[in-house]
């Protein structure tokens, strides 16, 4: 595969993820639908623009930004964030991902921790799904 085809499968992922999503689904540590997460209460929303995310409450507050590079050509994809506020702030987390029109779906290791291969989370990952908010 050359450079600009990369590029291509990039530039089509990014353009894709671009708009507001809603969360239909958290896994952490291997447990499904966990009941304390700070990122996610019900009502959030995640609004991806160019390279930068923020996800929103239901009231409008704010409760995490910051900004993503995504790899279309690995298998599975991969997508790194890095949080701009927040006890993570600053440090890559890495993830993969799985994205179409309606839905994506990432899991993310903490900092420090290897990229995941599956799409099931252990000890140290999440896996969050979402769909596209209309």
Same mark, same amino acid.
């Given at each position: 595969?050359?450079?600009?085809?990369?590029?291509?499968?990039?530039?089509?992922?990014r353009?894709?993820? /671009?708009?507001?999503?809603? /969360?239909?689904y958290?896994?952490?540590?291997g447990?499904?639908?966990?009941?304390?997460?700070?990122?996610?209460?019900?009502?959030?929303?995640?609004?991806?623009?160019?390279?930068h995310?923020?996800?929103?409450?239901a009231?409008?507050?704010?409760?995490?930004?910051?900004?993503?590079?995504?790899?279309?050509?690995?298998?599975?994809?991969?997508?790194?964030?890095?949080?701009?506020?927040?006890?993570?702030?600053? /440090?890559?987390?890495?993830?993969?991902?799985?994205?179409?029109?309606?839905?994506?779906?990432?899991?993310?290791?903490?900092?420090?921790?290897?990229?995941?291969?599956?799409?099931?989370?252990?000890?140290? /990952?999440?896996?969050?799904?979402?769909v596209r908010?209309?």
């Amino acid at each position: 595969m050359d450079r600009s085809t990369d590029m291509d499968l990039n530039q089509r992922d990014r353009a894709l993820l /671009q708009g507001t999503w809603e /969360q239909t689904y958290l896994e952490a540590d291997g447990i499904a639908n966990p009941p304390d997460d700070e990122h996610s209460p019900p009502g959030a929303l995640c609004s991806y623009s160019d390279d930068h995310f923020c996800v929103r409450a239901a009231d409008g507050t704010i409760l995490l930004e910051g900004h993503f590079t995504l790899d279309a050509t690995t298998t599975p994809k991969s997508i790194t964030w890095v949080d701009s506020m927040g006890a993570e702030a600053g /440090q890559p987390l890495l993830a993969i991902y799985e994205l179409t029109e309606n839905e994506f779906v990432f899991v993310a290791a903490d900092p420090g921790d290897p990229r995941p291969k599956t799409f099931r989370t252990g000890p140290g /990952q999440t896996l969050r799904r979402s769909v596209r908010k209309a």
